[in-house]
């Protein structure tokens, strides 16, 4: 037996001396690979580091709790005293809004009713009671039972290498900024030339808005290069939208690898009082907005997603200003309370608004003189419809009484209707509503 063991000894050692080295060379191959993909990273200073460093240490706050998201997220519960928001200059003496906003009312029919009717089977349209059967799309966080402690609120934690992602520390979790640029008179938010592409429904300017209210159905859109995005949002705007005091409170989802290090989407936010210069943020990476929910997370990833042919799942998205304290307070769901904008971030939209804008938006970077491939919504045009297409439903505006009504008059608008496009359209469950999207790059869009 002791012969047969050395034997087989003997035998296996050259395969096992190979197998090892075989290891090591994966091993440094995988480590030159990552050292590839990263390059940018092992060639910054130490002195930019600390900067960075001390940045995070800014925004992310102490944390009370710390939960570990399926998705990779780290999520920390942060007291709500000590969040980001409140280190803005502007909000040293803002006193967290104790007292609840007054919602807005509604002037068209009562959800629940209108619920009991699909339920009943007295709705002939097939498309709400498809949206109703499959539910509302929520937040994978959520997925481990683990929430934060009552007077917490959860904020997704920022890391080096969300940072090193971005152009430069000044420019994470920024928009790019739409100064001095050619801007269409009828659609003031949408520029020409710089790279975003859009398919929105807005309205006219001469009225006074408090807010609006829409639901969105979530997809995960392919996205062609790291530094593009797609979104799916509401845009509240007031201000001079060719010189420098735009006002703009946004929200709604997207798919930004650069910003969130992935491809899934995400619930967003962002606001600005300058026309997208010095002020204003996504999410919470600055100081501004105050979260008051400790369910909901901004910036983190929603689930479940729509599918093509499949289940629709979707948000809604309320804003509206408060009449009681000024503040623009922001509903996610089923009127879900997650935060406001202090009406001393503003000048303009401290009184109100003038435009509301909903659809999608893209960064075209023609990489390689192309027009990219990144899809906006579905990646389907809107003629392709219900289950395929992406859309905004029942758009409604918030008036100076604080009513909810169905918007009744709006205009689209799409740069190159052959990368994407914008279909509108009116029933009786769905109010005003549209269809948008494309998939970027193709034959009639090169």
């Known amino acids: 037996m002791g012969g047969l063991l050395k034997r087989k000894t003997t035998s296996s050692s050259s395969p096992l001396f190979l197998a090892f080295f075989f290891l090591i060379f994966l091993e ?3 480590s030159v690979a990552l050292e590839l993909d990263h390059s940018k990273y092992s060639q910054v200073s ?46 040293k003496s803002h006193k967290i809004q104790k007292v609840p906003p007054e919602m807005p009312k509604v ?27 499959s539910g509302s799309a929520w937040q994978i966080w959520h997925q481990n039972k683990t929430r934060c402690p009552m007077g917490t609120v959860p904020i997704r934690r920022s890391t ?35 790279g975003h592409e859009h398919a929105i429904a807005y309205t006219g300017t001469s009225q006074e808005v408090y807010g609006a209210r829409a639901t969105i159905n979530v997809w995960d859109p392919s996205i062609q290069v790291a530094n ?17 005091d735009l006002n703009s409170i946004e929200a709604g989802w997207q798919v930004s690898p650069e910003l969130y290090g992935d491809s899934r989407p995400r619930l967003f936010t962002y606001w600005t009082s300058d026309s997208y210069q010095a002020t204003g943020c996504y999410n919470l990476l600055c100081s ?44 996610f769901g089923d009127n879900t309370l997650v935060g406001y904008w202090p009406s001393e971030l503003f000048t303009h939209l401290a009184g109100h608004a003038t435009m509301v804008e909903w659809g999608g938006e893209v960064v075209n970077s023609r990489t390689n003189g ?28 918030v008036d100076s009484d604080n009513s909810l009504t169905t918007v009744q008059d709006i205009s689209t608008l799409a740069e190159n209707t052959n990368c994407y ?14 269809y948008f999207g494309g998939p970027g790059n193709n034959p009639r869009c090169p």
């Open 160 to 194: 080096v290498h969300d940072v090193l992602r971005a152009k430069s520390l000044y420019h994470f979790g920024k928009k790019q900024s739409r100064m001095g640029l050619a801007r269409r008179t009828d659609a003031p938010d949408v520029v020409s030339g710089n």
């Open 228 to 244: 593009e995005f797609s979104l799916s949002q509401v845009w509240i705007l007031s201000g001079s939208f060719d010189g420098s």
């Open 421 to 434: 496009n914008i279909k509108s359209s009116y029933n009786n469950e769905w109010g005003t509503h549209f």
């Open 46 to 91: 130490s002195l930019r580091l600390e900067r960075i460093q001390r940045h995070l240490d800014k925004i992310n706050k102490p944390a009370v709790m710390t939960i570990q998201s399926p998705d990779g997220d780290i999520i920390d519960c942060i007291h709500k005293r000590k969040q980001p928001a409140l280190d803005h200059p502007l909000l």
């Open 370 to 397: 192309a027009h990219t491939s990144t899809q906006m919504g579905s990646g389907h045009f809107a003629e392709d419809g219900f289950g395929k297409a992406s859309y905004f439903r029942n758009l409604e505006l």
């Open 288 to 331: 501004g907005f105050v979260q008051t929910n400790s369910k909901i997370a901004i910036g983190a990833a929603i689930s479940p997603v729509s599918l093509v042919s499949g289940s629709q799942f979707d948000i809604t998205i309320l804003i509206w200003k408060d009449p009681k304290l000024g503040n623009w307070w922001m509903g």
């Open 28 to 30: 440094r191959s995988l």
């Open 107 to 133: 002037k068209t029919a009562k959800a629940e009713e209108v619920k009991r009717d699909y339920y009943s089977g007295t709705s002939s349209n097939k498309e709400e009671r498809a949206v109703i059967n």
